[in-house]
């Protein structure tokens, strides 16, 4: 079977600035080797949808992503379009999918706030032609390795929307890799950021560097991180539950004078199986292990050749006899 991605979904977030929100459509757009295979027009959602300063996650329904036959091996370019005049800026846009048969999860295309800003000049999507494109394509990024350094993580999280998810608590994410110490970061940073952090329903996406009192943020690779060397604490009784839970670690971060080249899933929960998070006993638990997502080559493994042997006529003719 060929590895076609099975599943496909979109991280963004809107820059907080005026007028940058927008009330058109966005829409994904896929080209494999130059030829399209997907469109995609996100529908209007419960989420604050390309309002300012607000992020959005979106899944692209499964039938649509299989029917395209996506091959990650290939010449992957995904791009943004917009389908109206009311311009939209966007901040952070990022793009990745998972692997039919073994599950790989492959990241595609990753727009930090840099590469929105070429020469210090704001990209403006529009249809009216005097506002800015109506289209570009996204940065192609690599799913890096087990010794690519990760400067930065990306965390892209839904909160469940089942009455009282959400949280005024803060998160503490944890991070130990071997030879390192503890490294930690509050969830959001800074305290409170544009985006309705942790509220029942919604979306975040944050861009996180962990590291130690200083400030000091040591890089480290996914082959320093054991099984339980990544978690999740609260540091209160208000309980928080998530719906889903993306984690990814890239190889330069937003403030860097370089873009991002490689990106390596670390967790990936679709669906969040784990404990709500509550320091009370009764509602949760305050600390959950985060479990690491395998890390997959791009290249699926070749299926062992199938091997014919010749069987000898004297035993064919013994068989025969029989």
């Known amino acids: 079977m060929a590895p076609f991605l099975r599943r496909l979904w979109v991280a963004m977030l809107t820059r907080d600035r005026e007028e940058a929100g927008t009330d058109s459509r966005i829409a994904l757009t896929v080209r494999e080797d130059g030829a399209d295979r997907l469109y995609h027009l996100f529908p209007d959602t419960p989420q ?5 300063g607000q992020p959005n996650l979106y899944e692209v329904p499964e039938e649509l992503v299989l029917s395209a036959k996506i091959s990650p091996e290939r010449f992957v370019v995904a791009g943004v379009d917009i389908r109206g005049d009311d311009a939209w800026q ?13 599950g790989a999860i492959i990241p595609l295309a990753l727009n930090l706030r840099p590469d929105f800003t070429p020469e210090n ?10 506002e800015g494109p109506s289209g570009i394509p996204l940065q192609r990024v690599s799913l890096g390795t087990q010794q690519t350094r990760i400067e930065s993580l990306l965390l892209a999280i839904n909160t469940s929307s089942a009455e009282d998810s959400g949280t005024d608590d803060r998160l ?3 991070v130990l890799p071997t030879g390192l110490p503890l490294l930690t970061q509050r969830v959001p940073f800074p305290d409170d ?3 309705e952090d942790l509220e029942t329903g919604l979306p975040n996406l944050y861009e996180s560097r962990v590291g130690i009192p200083g400030p000091f943020f040591p890089a480290f690779t996914r082959a320093q991180l054991l099984p339980n060397s990544i978690s999740l604490a609260i540091a209160g009784d208000d309980a928080w539950t998530p719906s889903s839970f993306f984690m990814f670690g890239l190889d330069s971060h937003s403030f ?3 873009p991002v080249r490689e990106v ?5 929960l679709p669906e969040w199986n784990l404990a709500p998070l509550s320091t009370d006993p009764d509602e949760g638990r305050s600390e959950v292990v985060l479990p690491l997502v395998p890390l997959l080559p791009l290249q699926p493994p ?15 003719s013994q068989l025969a006899l029989q």
Do not use: M, Y
């Not at 604050?48 to 300012?52: H, I, K, L, V």
């Not at 000049?121 to 005097?130: E, N, Y």
């Open 48 to 52: 604050n949808d390309q309002e300012r």
């Open 90 to 102: 966007p901040e952070v846009f990022f793009v990745w999918g998972e692997r039919l048969g073994d």
């Open 121 to 130: 000049q704001r990209v403006t999507l529009s249809t009216d032609p005097d």
């Open 172 to 174: 503490e994410l944890r």
């Open 193 to 195: 950021t544009p985006q």
């Open 256 to 258: 860097a004078n370089r």
């Open 264 to 268: 390596v899933p670390l967790v990936h």
């Open 302 to 316: 070749a299926p062992p050749p199938v091997i014919s042997q010749q069987v000898p006529s004297e035993v064919l």
